[in-house]
């Protein structure tokens, strides 16, 4: 979902956003107090995740989301790490 949010011509990242009720929705999640408090757990758990890649004479370990905001207005916003840009830029 996150990814899905990349332009095809962007040349760098920037602030992405997300709805929180789309994400529970999505997640298929049941819409009640707990709901909220599971999906900052599960952004939690994201930016903490370690993804490995292979290049050439080294392994680079990084993580997806460098930060998150969850916002008052019910928006979660996020940037990607800057050691994915030539993963998934252009």
Do not use: C
């Not at 997640?27 to 490995?52: F, H, N, P, S, V």
């Amino acid at each position: 979902m996150m990814a899905s949010q990349i332009h095809p011509d962007d040349d760098s990242f920037t602030f992405y956003e997300i709805g929180a009720n789309k994400l529970i929705s999505l997640m298929g999640l049941e819409k009640d107090k707990r709901a909220y408090e599971r999906l900052k757990e599960m952004i939690t758990r994201l930016q903490t995740r370690i993804m490995k890649i292979q290049e050439p004479g080294q392994e680079v370990r990084v993580s997806w989301v460098a930060s998150s905001v969850y916002r008052d207005d019910g928006m979660i916003e996020f940037e990607f790490s800057k050691r994915l840009r030539p993963y998934l830029l252009q």
